[in-house]
Antibody
Framework: QVQLVQSGAEVKKPGASVNLSCKAS????????VHWVRQAPGQGLEWMGI????????SYAQKFQGRVTMTRDTSTTTVYMELSSLRFEDTAVYYC????????????WGQGTMVTVSS | QSALTQPASVSGSPGQSITISCSGT?????????VSWYQQHPGTAPKLMIY???NRPSGVSDRFSGSKSGNTASLTISGLQAEDESEYYC??????????FGGGTRLSVL
């Protein structure tokens, strides 16, 4: 079945980086965009950016410019999201989600990865 | 890009209908028919309920419907059921080629 499976929970110290993965299966990997969306505890959803797995092109929300990098590995049908210079307020559940076009809604979501930033 | 505006909470009794509003601007909701709605139960990933303002994905109950007027989109749930109790988020594509979400609305089925 179509699914996105994300890597496990992470605990990081302030200033460190975290690299999350999102493995796609059940569909043609390069035909769908992948977005990253985060949700701080008790808060709403926040769009972080998008990657086109067919050509590795990316676009990031202004808030995360300079701190986020999204990449993909077509051989393993996996998308990665690295967030650097972590702050306490980056503590959140991070989701990957796919869309057929960049402007399409997110029809399949990963299960989420909890990232805790703590000293 | 500011978040879209949703009421913090709405409630209704089983069998009733409720509507959740989602207010944006001429740079997002008002510019595109690219508003979507997501349902999120505690501890789980969001689920797509409505896309492109009015369309339902396969498998979503026809009790869920969407609409838009100007800069405000709405989600209506008719024939409320206990299982509808959840958090609902709207989202819109923007003129900056980004996506913006609403703050979320908690639906209580009394």
């Amino acid at each position: 079945q179509v699914q996105l499976v994300q890597s496990g929970a992470e605990v990081k110290k302030p200033g460190a980086s975290v690299n999350l993965s999102c493995k796609a299966s059940g569909y043609t990997f390069t035909r769908y965009y992948v977005h990253w969306v985060r949700q701080a505890p008790g808060q709403g959803l926040e769009w972080m950016g998008i990657i086109n797995p067919s050509n590795n092109s990316t676009s990031y929300a202004q808030k995360f410019q300079g701190r986020v990098t999204m990449t993909r590995d077509t051989s393993t049908t996996t998308v990665y999201m690295e967030l650097s210079s972590l702050r306490f307020e980056d503590t959140a559940v991070y989701y990957c989600a796919r869309s057929f076009l960049a402007s399409d809604a997110f029809d399949i979501w990963g299960q989420g990865t909890m990232v805790t930033v703590s000293s | 890009q500011s978040a879209l505006t949703q009421p913090a909470s709405v409630s209704g009794s089983p069998g009733q209908s409720i509507t959740i509003s989602c207010s944006g601007t001429s740079s997002d909701v008002g510019s595109y028919n690219l508003v979507s709605w997501y349902q999120q139960h505690p501890g789980t990933a969001p689920k797509l309920m409505i896309y492109d303002v009015t369309n339902r994905p396969s498998g979503v109950s026809d009790r869920f419907s969407g609409s838009k007027s100007g800069n405000t989109a709405s989600l209506t749930i008719s024939g409320l059921q206990a299982e509808d109790e959840s958090e609902y988020y709207c989202s819109s594509y923007t003129s900056s080629s980004t996506w913006v979400f609403g703050g979320g609305t908690r639906l209580s089925v009394l």
